[in-house]
């Protein structure tokens, strides 16, 4: 997270987030579309490849909304990226 650390002074950051240890949010990137599609669709070979090369992408979009929430969020920085581990 340069972004946000680079947008404040140093120590002021470092006061502020001194406790973010907390656990970080869903990891998109493993299987979103193994938890919301039906297991049937990868009895099919060649439709379990197509889903295998396309699961990154859709993961990619997840991580781009939640981003884009943040600008419509008043509370919460515009830049934080701490939904995904």
Not at 22 to 50: A, C, E, H, Q, R
Request: zero cysteines.
């Amino acid at each position: 997270m340069p972004l946000i650390e680079d947008k404040e002074i140093k120590e002021l950051y470092d006061l502020k987030h001194r406790n973010d240890n907390y656990p970080k949010g869903y990891n998109y990137f493993d299987k979103v579309l193994k938890n919301s599609i039906t297991p049937f669709l990868y009895n099919n070979p060649n439709v379990s490849g197509f889903l295998s090369y396309l699961e990154p992408m859709v993961a990619h979009l997840f991580d781009r909304v939640n981003l884009i929430r943040n600008w419509k969020n008043w509370y919460v920085d515009k830049y934080k990226n701490d939904h995904i581990k």
